[in-house]
């Protein structure tokens, strides 16, 4: 079955660095997401992503986090400069279609900033 | 605003017994979706269920949706150990293409 692959599975970094979260999406799919989990909390929403543009965006998804589809198979997220508050678990997905309805996600990023 | 708050926060049974977990809304919706997610671990779509269908099967998961009540149930029949896990529940509002998770239910099935 295809998947959502995530690259690096754990990074540290010092706070202040920049960090880039790299997602294979399922091939055929349309839509794209970034979501967090901080460790114990609920899976928060930051950003769609729709024919090569932020389609939107939480209150989370600040001037800090960026994304960017930079071929046709990759989809990053890039956080500027790393809060210790970002810590977390960040999850890649992807939607085929409106249609579908079904997103899935891949295994997730963990991140540790300190 | 909030979707998908699951209860109960947490549900420990034997195994072999069933499992019912629940899921309210306060938006419409186009569709439902029940996730699992092994500790520490990434999200399983187990099911999507419709804003037009009010039952699903697969496998041993049953999914229930009331629209009118803007709440959704999922029922584990027959649990394993290996069914221990947080249990989501996603919304996707209508006219929304992203999907809004609840807290979860942490489920322990005890041997």
């Known amino acids: 079955e295809p998947e959502v692959t995530q690259t690096p599975s754990h990074q540290v970094t010092q706070m202040g660095q920049e960090v880039i979260l790299r997602c294979v999406p399922i091939?055929?799919?349309?839509?794209f997401y970034w979501y967090r989990q901080i460790l114990g909390q609920k899976v928060e929403f930051l950003v769609s992503?729709?024919?090569?543009?932020?389609?939107?965006k939480s209150e989370i998804f600040d001037d800090q986090f960026s994304v960017e589809r930079p071929d046709g198979s990759n989809f990053t997220l890039k956080i500027r400069s790393t809060k210790l508050e970002d810590s977390a678990m960040y999850f890649c997905?992807?939607?085929?279609?409106?249609?579908?309805?079904?997103?899935?996600f891949g295994e997730g990023s963990w991140l540790t900033v300190v | 605003s909030q979707q998908g708050e699951e209860d109960p926060q947490a549900l420990s049974i034997q195994e072999g017994e069933n499992a019912t977990m629940n899921c309210s809304y306060k938006?419409?919706?186009?569709?439902l979706q029940w996730y699992r997610q092994n500790s520490g671990r990434g999200l399983v779509h187990l099911i999507l269920?419709?804003?037009?269908?009010r039952e699903k099967h697969s496998g041993r998961l049953r999914v229930t949706l009331d629209t009118s009540k803007k709440s959704s149930s999922l029922l584990i029949t027959a649990s394993r150990a290996a069914d221990t896990a947080s249990y989501f529940c996603?919304?996707?509002?209508?006219?929304?293409?992203?999907?809004?998770f609840g807290k979860g239910t942490r489920l322990h099935i005890l041997p």
């Open positions: 997905a992807s939607l085929k279609d409106e249609w579908t309805g079904t997103i899935y």
């Open positions: 938006t419409s919706i186009n569709n």
């Open positions: 992503f729709y024919n090569n543009e932020i389609s939107e």
């Open positions: 091939s055929n799919h349309l839509y």
């Open positions: 996603a919304t996707d509002p209508y006219r929304d293409d992203k999907i809004i």
């Open positions: 269920i419709r804003s037009n269908e």
